[in-house]
């Protein structure tokens, strides 16, 4: 069973950056498929990018493509979320997904539906605002 921790969220005046993190206690996240999903008051959750098991294979919500870039530190097993150029529409609660690694497409291509991951942490909230 992974617990996931999520962390790096905070205040950030429009334009500028935040870096979200998501560990595992206990466990590394290598070849876990992960994503990044975020809920804003009174909205649906939406998945905001994802990365395959190996790290080769990453997806965008076209909302954040080009603003937003997640990645792998191997060295520590964890998952990161670069975000620049933030909006006041970014504002949401950031919560990491980890799925069991179950065939070849969760390795090479990862998985882009919020409902397909397996285990969840418990969210970090993220507040654009001047």
């Known amino acids: 069973q992974l617990q996931l921790v999520e962390s790096g969220g905070g205040l950030v005046q429009p334009g500028g950056s935040l870096t979200l993190s998501c560990g595992a206690s206990g466990h590394t996240l290598e070849y876990y498929p992960i994503g990044w999903s975020r809920q804003a008051p009174g909205k649906e959750r939406e998945g905001v990018a994802s990365?395959?098991?190996?790290?080769?294979?990453?997806n965008y919500a076209d909302s954040v493509q080009g603003r937003f870039t997640i990645s792998r530190d191997h060295a520590r097993g964890t998952v990161t979320l670069q975000m620049n150029r933030l909006k006041p529409e970014d504002t949401a609660v950031y919560y990491c997904a980890a799925a069991t690694p179950r065939d070849y497409e969760d390795i090479v291509l990862g998985r882009t539906d919020p409902d397909d991951f397996d285990y969840w942490g418990q969210g970090t909230q993220v507040t654009v605002s001047s």
């Open positions: 990365v395959s098991g190996s790290g080769g294979g990453l």
